[in-house]
């Protein structure tokens, strides 16, 4: 219980926005062996209890407004909190995760014995490669930045929620820290970790990231 204590006793909002970034719960083996990019998944066992755990440290946080990436494991991941709060999850499609074209729903397995050389190199130069007939996590994250741009001045002074996948999280929080995307792995989130990214006018800062790894 030591994070959410720790979580509580952040200084109030005031000239800025808090975004509190949550990475969508572990999502089932079936779903979790795929290229899923922007399609839906459902939970493990562990990604359900995951939601029991968000339960509870959020009764205690005030919330002003939550979003959540227009897919399945990220609208219920919000929706939950969101009925928790008495707040309606806003599903964002600019909030969805990386379009992976041709690749999207096949096996990761599959796809590196058929595509060898596109797979390593999809991965290596990380966040600059696109999928077949898809986008670059680098085109992805600007969908998110200009998910910023639009709501940016209604969430001055307000706390918000957003669930999404933890590459465009990372993707995000590194240009808003003035970052290059490569260095994005350095803000990993596990499966339901949280980052809490304060933005004020003219920058960012980290005021909490991913306090749950602390946890009982």
């Not at 946080?61 to 909190?81: G, M, P, S, T």
């Not at 096949?106 to 060898?116: H, S, Y």
């Not at 949280?194 to 749950?212: C, E, F, H, M, Q």
């Amino acid at each position: 219980g030591g994070d959410r204590e720790a979580l509580a006793v952040l200084s109030d909002v005031t000239d800025y926005c808090r975004l509190f970034l949550l990475r969508h719960p572990e999502l089932s083996e079936q779903h979790a062996a795929l290229a899923l990019g922007s399609g839906d998944a459902s939970f493990s066992r562990r990604g359900k209890a995951t939601l029991v755990e968000w339960l509870k440290l959020f009764a205690q946080l005030e919330v002003d407004a939550l979003f959540a990436a227009d897919q399945l494991h990220c609208r219920d991941a919000a929706a939950a909190i969101a009925a928790a709060k008495g707040l309606d999850a806003q599903a964002e499609t600019l909030l969805k995760d990386q379009e992976l074209g041709r690749w999207q729903g096949k096996r990761w397995e599959d796809l590196a014995l058929e595509e060898p050389d596109r797979v390593r190199e999809f991965f290596a130069d990380f966040g600059e490669i696109t999928a077949p007939e898809g986008e670059s996590l680098g085109q992805a994250v600007e969908r998110f930045l200009e998910w910023w741009n639009l709501h940016r001045v209604d969430l001055l002074g307000k706390t918000a929620v957003l669930v999404t996948s933890g590459a465009m999280l990372t993707g995000f929080s590194a240009a808003m820290l003035g970052m290059r995307l490569s260095r994005a792995v350095c803000l990993n989130l596990p499966y339901g970790g949280l980052g809490v990214l304060d933005i004020y006018d003219n920058g960012a800062r980290v005021s909490s990231w991913n306090p749950t790894a602390l946890a009982d």
